[in-house]
């Protein structure tokens, strides 16, 4: 009940429709209340010349009983003081406009909640967007691309039953089944009143049902999920795939899981049928006792006339249609619940990095940045980092080498705010770095990661994707800086030209080389480079080696490095080994001591 409420409060902003939907449900029931109510008049035409201007029913107050008495009157004297023929007429063009207007009231009823319904599932999808974008790296680490896609699109748009269509598809059948139920209540109170007492059972019925439906819905959405995960890792490593020859393993993969999905919604929709047809047979042996009871009164008490009984026994069954939409809005409102259990899980996710109370806007690096004793964790007990002491003054080059798993990459995402030290301070110009707000700190950050991640855009706008009010010619003269200029004017569409998805149509230099345009139009103080020339070919290596050598110049650069170039040019080189610090000094220093610098240099760099 808690996520239902949860859910519902998404409605909240759309109140003004709610009571537009609320009205045309209301007007919706009363006419479908009046269909049945034309009924007993109907029969009288057919069957009597009898009037009941002059008839009165003790049984309503004496206030309502004079307009009821007055309404009464004046409908006899338009259907009744008049030929049979003329009365028969009327009262089926009486019946004709009732239906005409329940009919357009009910399909604006459809949309207003249709529209309610879209609305709500943007509201989720963005607010769901917008918190994945403030969570740290390590939720992301930690869960499959595909998973998070599946919550975003599937789990969304199953929640929508609970939160819009199904919601009110309850509350428009209720008010039917109640409109339905004054009515019987008006033809035979007793009858009407065994029929409220029978009621519950149905209602048990269904809160049996609700409870096995939302575990098993739940199944189904994570079965779901696996195969959009399936599906994104496949499309994205598809080049891998095909090179290892692996489609039929991969195809494999899939059927499990599309299989495994097929089996936990069959068992869903199993269930789900069975609500209904429960409800249906429980609703027909009350109508039975109803039946027999009814039968009782009109042959043996004489308490009931036949056209009272009539219309109780419509209204009864016009009772059954509301209360089976009833059942299968509750399945899907359970699978809905089902969804939103999911989905609040992602947006209760707390973000590790966060602002401090009071935290300050940096505007730019003037003196260094210093780590002072700083380790770090991904999990409790397994140090990444240990106890490390760094100075970066302001303009140097810091080259971070050492072998595979040694921490580089860590510690540079830990310049870059993306995790918090465990333990330590890292500290820009003698202020501890949290003072300041994340954003400011990574608006003076450049960043060129060893893979470089291009959007499904123009090349411009990639460029300028650093700095949105950039000029055209200030990206023209970025792409030049990067030595892309070249590359781009020999391209269709020249900086229109759409890359694909992740860079895919240009070669792995050209991409570097968009990248590092990227960082020089922001023009960061701060720059942290992971370079990733290694796989390319020599003159893509040139070129990309100058654009980077033109990138850092008048700036502090943090440099992981994979080429001996950089490394000599290097004012700071840091060596590490298993998470800690062994040597930090210049090229020339640090051969000189003839320690592990010498032997990764040896090792990796000669080569």
């Not at 990574?442 to 700095?467: H, K």
Request: aromatic letters at 8%; proline letters at 3%; hydrophobic letters at 45%.
């Amino acid at each position: 009940m808690k996520i239902y409420l949860r859910l519902l409060s998404y409605l909240k902003p759309y109140w003004k429709a709610i009571i537009l939907f609320l009205l045309c449900l209301q007007i919706t029931a009363l006419l479908g209340g009046a269909n049945l109510g034309v009924i007993i008049p109907f029969l009288k035409v057919l069957f009597s010349h009898s009037s009941f201007s002059t008839v009165t029913d003790t049984s309503i107050p004496q206030t309502a009983g004079k307009i009821y008495l007055f309404l009464k009157i004046k409908f006899n004297q338009f259907f009744f003081q008049v030929s049979q023929l003329v009365a028969l007429k009327r009262l089926c063009l009486l019946i004709l406009m009732l239906f005409l207007l329940k009919n357009v009231f009910g399909y604006l009823m459809n949309v207003i909640s249709i529209i309610i319904e879209q609305r709500v599932l943007r509201d989720i999808r963005y607010q769901i967007y917008e918190h994945l974008h403030t969570l740290s790296l390590s939720f992301f680490h930690k869960r499959r691309t595909g998973e998070l896609v599946s919550r975003i699109n599937n789990d969304v748009n199953t929640v929508k039953g609970a939160v819009a269509i199904d919601t009110l598809m309850i509350v428009r059948q209720a008010v039917q089944s109640l409109v339905y139920l004054v009515v019987a209540f008006w033809a035979a109170w007793r009858l009407a009143l065994l029929a409220v007492l029978l009621l519950p059972s149905t209602a048990i019925l269904a809160a049996i049902l609700s409870r096995k439906l939302r575990k098993r819905s739940h199944r189904m959405q994570e079965k779901m999920a696996d195969i959009t995960s399936v599906l994104v890792e496949t499309i994205s490593g598809i080049r891998v795939v095909k090179a290892f020859t692996m489609e039929k393993d991969e195809k494999r993969k899939f059927r499990h899981h599309i299989n495994e999905y097929l089996r936990a919604h069959l068992r869903f929709e199993w269930l789900s049928s069975l609500a209904g047809p429960l409800t249906e047979v429980v609703a027909c042996l009350a109508a039975i006792i109803i039946l027999w009871y009814g039968g009782i009164q009109i042959l043996e008490t004489k308490t009931l006339s036949p056209e009272r009984f009539f219309v109780f026994l419509a209204a009864i069954l016009s009772m059954i249609s509301p209360l089976n939409q009833i059942s299968k809005a509750n399945s899907a409102i359970q699978t809905g619940i089902a969804a939103g259990q999911r989905i609040f899980k992602i947006l209760e996710t707390k973000p590790e990095i966060l602002d401090r109370v009071g935290a300050k806007e940096i505007k730019g690096i003037y003196q260094s940045i210093v780590l002072e004793d700083v380790s770090f964790e991904y999990e409790t007990g397994k140090p990444v980092l240990q106890n490390i002491n760094l100075k970066i003054k302001i303009g140097e080059v810091a080259a971070l080498v050492g072998p595979s798993g040694a921490g580089k990459s860590t510690l540079s995402d830990l310049i870059a705010r993306f995790y918090e030290p465990t333990r330590g301070k890292i500290k820009v110009d003698e202020i501890d770095f949290q003072e300041f707000t994340v954003a400011s700190w990574r608006r003076l950050i450049g960043l060129v990661p060893q893979e470089t991640i291009l959007f499904n855009d123009t090349i411009y706008n990639n460029i300028a994707y650093s700095r949105k009010d950039a000029r055209k010619e200030e990206v023209i003269g970025a792409a030049k800086a990067a030595n892309a200029q070249g590359f781009i004017l020999q391209l269709p569409e020249g900086y229109e030209t759409i890359v694909g998805e992740r860079g895919v149509r240009l070669s792995g230099g050209e991409k570097q080389r968009i990248a590092v345009a990227r960082a020089i139009l922001k023009n960061p103080p701060l720059l942290i480079l992971d370079e990733a020339t290694s796989a390319l070919d020599s003159e893509s290596e040139r070129l990309v080696q100058e654009a980077l050598k033109y990138l850092m110049q008048n700036r502090t650069t943090l440099v992981i490095a994979h080429r001996l170039s950089t490394v000599k040019r290097a004012d700071k080189i840091i060596v590490l080994e298993n998470g800690k610090i062994v040597e930090v000094g210049t090229h020339h220093s640090l051969i000189q001591k003839q320690g592990p610098y010498q032997r990764l240099y040896e090792m990796q760099f000669m080569t």
